[in-house]
């Protein structure tokens, strides 16, 4: 069983920046952010390779956001910045070991427990 753990949430002002984190308990997997807002469907946000040599991003986040991952390849991260109101969510972090970079939620086989970002206006 894999073990994932987010961190770096927070309360932020329009504009302002977070930078969220994610722990994995083992290497290589793919990995992504998802988030869920207040009374909506969980939404993929970005995803990266095991490797790091391919990102994907939701038109949303796109020149926004950036995702990234350690050399160790057991943490991955994403850079928010330019923040909005609508960005105001539960972001989780998930893995798949088969390598999937998409945006389908069940395609990931393990979840994060989440942390809150709330951007004010």
């Known amino acids: 069983q894999v073990q994932l753990v987010e961190s770096g949430g927070g309360l932020v002002q329009a504009g302002g920046s977070l930078r969220l984190s994610c722990a994995a308990s083992r290497r290589s997997l793919s990995m992504a952010w998802f988030r869920q807002g207040p009374g909506r469907e969980r939404e993929f946000v970005a995803a990266?390779?095991?490797?790091?040599?391919?990102?994907y991003y939701a038109d949303s986040v796109k020149g926004r956001f950036t995702i990234s991952r350690d050399s160790a390849e057991t943490a991955v991260y994403l850079q928010m910045n330019s923040l909005k109101p609508e960005d105001t969510a539960v972001y989780y972090c998930?893995?798949?070991?088969?390598?999937?970079?998409?945006?389908?939620?069940?395609?990931?086989?393990?979840w994060g427990q989440g942390t809150q970002v709330t951007v004010s206006s």
């Open positions: 998930a893995a798949d070991a088969s390598g999937y970079i998409g945006r389908l939620v069940n395609a990931y086989d393990y």
């Open positions: 990266i390779t095991w490797s790091g040599s391919s990102t």
